[in-house]
């Protein structure tokens, strides 16, 4: 199983809103990862976990908040959004350790927030 | 500057041509992803190399250390090949992307 799997795939949400991203992975990963991608850009990096617990968080505001319930799962919590905040947002994971590893991608969830 | 630098930004090539994707890097890194995204999807990992040549089906990349400078080929390319790509190099979990190569075959 080469898989990630993201749920769900389009979300639209108010901005009082409060709503969760689901990322799901069996290949046995320690290190999984959310970005942020808006169109015709590279992915922006958010957050890291590296044996469940948040190693990088590349300074995102607190209406996003990360949660690594164990080493298959990644949520990305959502709260309180705006508009700016609609976009592509990806789950990936890797092997963790000094080379890290081949990076892969779940199909991303579509975020619209009105 | 980024760290990892793409050339060109965009590429409209004929179907069947041959097809080359520059990507250079200047910090230090474990290894180089090509990543491949088609409109609207998800990302796809194509190759992962830190040395030499890595070839797939009709696709092969190729990574200069001593230059930093990498390539990904595209032989006999196909609409179906249309899709943006994606340079990244990594030191451990931390990944620099170039801005992609958005291609287009047409048939």
């Known amino acids: 199983d080469t898989e990630v799997t993201q749920t769900p795939k389009h979300l639209v949400m108010g901005m009082t809103n409060k709503k969760s991203l689901k990322c799901e992975q069996h290949m046995g990963h320690r290190a999984m990862y959310w970005y942020k991608q808006k169109a015709k850009k590279p992915p922006e990096l958010m957050f890291v976990?590296?044996?469940?617990?948040?190693?990088i968080n590349e300074s995102v505001p607190s209406r996003f908040s990360p949660e690594c319930p164990n080493s298959s799962l990644l949520n990305l919590h959502l709260h309180a959004l705006q508009p700016e905040d609609s976009a592509l947002y990806l789950c990936?994971?890797?092997?963790?350790?000094?080379?890290?590893?081949?990076?892969?991608f779940g199909e991303g969830s579509r975020l619209t927030v009105l | 500057k980024n760290e990892v630098e793409q050339s060109p930004q965009n590429l409209t090539a004929q179907e069947g041509e041959f097809i080359t994707i520059n990507c250079s890097y200047s910090v230090g890194i474990s290894a180089l992803h090509w990543l491949q995204q088609h409109p609207g999807g998800g990302i796809v990992s194509l190759f992962m190399?830190?040395?030499g040549k890595k070839k797939h089906g009709r696709l092969i990349a190729t990574i200069n250390i001593q230059e930093k400078h990498s390539s990904l080929h595209i032989t006999a390319s196909h609409p179906r090949d249309s899709a943006v790509y994606i340079c990244a190099g990594n030191t451990g979990n931390q990944f620099y992307f170039g801005t992609g190569t958005s291609l287009t075959v047409i048939p």
């Open positions: 190399l830190s040395s």
């Open positions: 976990y590296s044996y469940e617990k948040l190693s």
């Open positions: 990936a994971s890797s092997q963790v350790g000094g080379r890290g590893g081949e990076l892969f």
